[in-house]
């Protein structure tokens, strides 16, 4: 059965992508982490020993904005973007499945044309070389972990359609709720 | 100029269609915002501003206290905070009429001030409390209405994502609205302690008296809530006096957690790989929605929507008074459709600019405090009202024998009780305002 066999095909090539972008929004995670130590350190430093780490707040803005573009697959894929389901909430689910791919949809665009316009930012830093103020790091670098966010975010979004095309609705805020999950 | 406000307004209706058919609010809000862009001003200046704005967004300093904040409320709620909170409030409260929800409520408003958010401080206070209060044999709506409007409180009292973002967009000063937030959330606190206390006289038998409790265990529980007070105190105190910015100090406060959490053997790896997974799924939520927001909001101010409105509003010759009453009902609404970080990115930039032309008799910077504040508060009411609110859909999770319309209903006396707390905080500024005067 060609079909079937594409099914598993299918399966087994979500189920890769959705383990690397776990993986990657994990290591989104702990570079997040790494920045809290790195403050609480510059904290402690600064109160005990009035040394605190220099331009501490350069790391937090170029660390947390790289952590939050990792995020960003992950939260496709689980379905933890809200949306207000109360509207269609008698919906059919044929319909809801519509709107799932629709979604999908517009976030496999936006995937993909961010992806295409902050690869030529990145262009842009290196030509004109954009350097932070204390460290002098290029900008440019932080683009590189940017970019293979933004190619695993259109990945996830694919995921999604995919799926939402084959009936499956994306998971709303309701089984968020279930799950004791959401902010 | 008036073509481009029937543009912004054309905006507006699409995006509500949008968010109406399951769009992700912050996919709706990109794609409103990109688009306007793309008509106002021409597809190349969005496709430029495209290279960087996004980055540009995320690195912003101030808003780094949001992922840190979320995270320390993750790691909390796995590393047994709140069970040494409401044991230590029900040895305290509990051998009073009503005295077990009592403790929920206190350890509630002990667990919001180690975490930013309504719905882990429902979840978690839920596990923690939901089982006492069945053993007492407490009413269900009672209950299950008591755990539901005490993780309001998660948000309530500081620290708190939603006061975050809301000074990030009018650019109020983010330790002035965290002092503002406190005086009302322990208004909170003791309106939602009265209520119950009313209710348990109310309703015989809705909530019959805990044990008496020991001086042992009162001292022993006592002593076991030190830490999370302690590190309570640290991050909290230390923003309010000065001594650090928010986000250092949210940065000690998730060490801290983790630190006491891991010492007590509460928090092991996979505990922690939940808290980073968990805190990536919210962040990640919330920065696509800012990002969206920004996108939004340089379409809306180039159709000169928000000024619009605040003409509108101003030439419509109501009371300042009136005005504010009037959009506080809007957000009311409104946030019965929609959680409430997204009601405050979507309408906030829309009110704040007709709140700033109206005279209160208070000075721009104090109008804003104020204004978040009752925002805040109301915004937090859809959370615990039909038909999206969450904070019951939570409790309704935890507790699957009670129906949910008997949790609406064991809500309906705390929302009661939040209405008279904004009443008196709109007819009595100085309630939210004497603190941050008084520490500035």
């Known amino acids: ?14 189920h890769g992508i959705a383990r690397l972008v776990e993986g990657w929004a994990l290591a989104g995670g702990i570079l997040l982490f790494g920045v809290v130590l790195v403050t609480a350190w510059s904290m402690g430093g600064n109160i005990l020993f009035n040394q605190p780490v220099p331009g501490d707040f350069e790391i937090v803005e170029v660390a947390v904005a790289v952590a939050v573009f990792a995020f960003l697959p992950y939260c496709q894929l689980t379905g933890a973007n809200v949306s207000a389901d109360i509207f269609t909430a008698g919906a059919s689910p044929r319909w809801i499945a519509g709107f799932s791919a629709l979604a999908a949809l517009v976030a496999l665009v936006f995937a993909a044309v961010l992806f295409w316009r902050m690869s030529l930012g990145l262009q842009d830093y290196r030509e004109y070389e954009e350097l932070t103020m204390v460290y002098q ?32 609705p994306q998971r709303t805020a309701r089984d968020q709720a279930d799950r004791g999950g959401g902010a | 100029m008036e073509e481009n406000l029937l543009i912004g307004l ?4 699409a995006l509500i269609a949008m968010i109406a058919i399951r769009m992700p609010i912050a996919y709706s809000m990109v794609t409103v915002g990109a688009v306007g862009i793309a008509v106002l001003s021409g597809p190349a200046i969005l496709l430029s501003q495209l290279k960087t704005l996004a980055y540009g967004q995320f690195s912003i300093y101030d808003l ?12 909390a709620t796995r590393a047994g905070l709140s069970r040494d909170l409401f044991r230590a409030a ?24 180690v975490c930013g958010s309504s719905l882990a401080t429902a979840s978690t206070m839920g596990q923690v409390a939901l089982p006492e209060l069945r053993r007492y044999r407490y009413a269900p709506a009672l209950a299950t209405g008591t755990l539901a409007a005490g993780g309001v409180l998660g948000i309530l009292i500081p620290p708190s994502v939603v006061l975050v973002i809301y ?10 609205m965290f002092i503002a937030a406190f005086v009302p959330g322990l208004i909170a606190v003791l309106f939602f302690l009265a209520t119950i206390a009313i ?21 022993d529980a006592s002593v076991a809530v030190l830490p999370v007070l302690g590190i309570f105190g640290l991050v909290i105190g230390g923003i309010y006096f000065g001594f650090f910015n928010p986000t250092p100090a949210a940065a000690v406060g998730v060490f801290l957690v983790t630190l006491y959490g891991i010492l007590r053997g ?10 980073l997974l968990e805190t990536a799924k919210t962040s990640g939520m919330i920065y696509l929605i800012l990002l969206g927001a920004e996108l939004l909001k340089i379409f809306m101010s180039r159709g000169g929507v928000p000024q619009a409105a605040a003409e509108m509003m101003a030439s419509s010759g109501l009371p300042p008074y009136a005005v504010l009453v009037l959009l506080l009902l809007a957000l009311i609404v409104l946030g019965c459709l929609m959680d409430s970080l997204s009601m405050i990115l979507l309408a906030i930039p829309f009110f704040w600019p007709v709140i700033a032309d109206m005279d209160f008799g208070m000075g721009p910077e104090e109008t804003k405090v104020w204004f978040g504040i009752l925002a805040l508060i109301v915004v937090e009411l859809g959370l615990i009202t039909p038909p999206v609110g969450m904070n019951v859909f939570v409790i309704n999770s935890l507790a699957r024998d009670v129906p949910m319309s008997v949790t609406f209903r064991g809500v309906l006396p705390f929302f009661g009780a939040e209405l008279v707390r904004v009443g008196l905080l709109v007819a009595f500024p100085a309630i939210t305002l004497f603190l941050p005067r008084l520490l500035s």
Request: proline residues 6%.
């Open chain 2, 10 to 13: 054309a905006g507006l209706a």
């Open chain 2, 266 to 275: 509460a928090v092991r790896l996979a505990d922690l790989r939940y808290a």
């Open chain 2, 64 to 75: 780094s206290v949001v992922p840190m904040f979320v995270l320390m409320g993750y790691v």
């Open chain 1, 1 to 14: 059965m060609p079909l079937r066999e594409s099914q598993g095909a299918y399966r087994k090539v979500a």
């Open chain 2, 199 to 219: 209710y348990v006289r109310l309703v015989p038998g809705a909530g019959p008296p805990g044990d008496a409790v020991r001086r042992q265990e009162l001292r």
């Open chain 2, 90 to 113: 029900n040895a305290w409260l509990g051998w009073m009429r009503g005295g077990v929800a009592m403790s929920a409520i206190a350890a509630c408003a002990g667990f919001g001030a």
């Open chain 1, 137 to 168: 790091f290029p900008l440019w670098v932080a683009f590189v972990p940017i970019l293979v966010s933004l190619a695993l975010l259109v990945l996830a979004a694919l995921v999604t359609l995919v799926d939402a095309c084959q009936g499956q």
């Open chain 2, 167 to 176: 000074a990030i967009i009018v650019e109020a000063n983010i330790v002035t």
